[in-house]
């Protein structure tokens, strides 16, 4: 009944900058926090940056200084603002949407969008 759907993936050369979009539509009632994970190859999941109702943020320290979380004007959107990327910041993004129940447990999120940072 939620989805979630992300846009502004793609090739960037290093030291470039992008900016990715979510939109989040469906059976939402509410919202506790909107957030950005990441899986490269071979790797595990991990937190890029969360935004919580309240206007926290938490990023992860791979990308703190570099990247920016901000929520719309509309409650069912999020960025991501992208700076001085690194070609370990290739992954697949994905945006997350938390509610405040307890299931699921992680949320709800969207199909991912590729980034490739590459010379």
């Known amino acids: 009944q939620v989805q979630l759907v992300e846009s502004g993936g793609g090739l960037v050369q290093p030291g470039g900058s992008l900016r990715l979009s979510c939109e989040a539509s469906?059976?939402?009632?509410?919202?506790?926090?909107m957030g950005w994970y990441r899986q490269a190859p071979g790797k595990q999941r991990e937190l890029v940056a969360a935004?919580?109702?309240?206007?926290?943020?938490n990023y992860g320290d791979s990308v703190k200084g570099r990247f920016t979380i901000s929520r719309g004007n509309a409650k069912n959107t999020v960025y991501l603002e992208m700076k001085s990327l690194k070609p370990e910041d290739t992954a697949i993004y994905y945006c997350?949407?938390?509610?405040?129940?307890?299931?699921?447990?992680?949320?709800?999120w969207g199909q991912g969008t590729q980034v490739t940072v590459s010379s």
């Open positions: 997350n949407l938390r509610t405040p129940l307890p299931l699921p447990a992680e949320g709800y």
């Open positions: 469906g059976n939402i009632f509410a919202i506790n926090a």
């Open positions: 935004i919580t109702t309240g206007g926290g943020t």
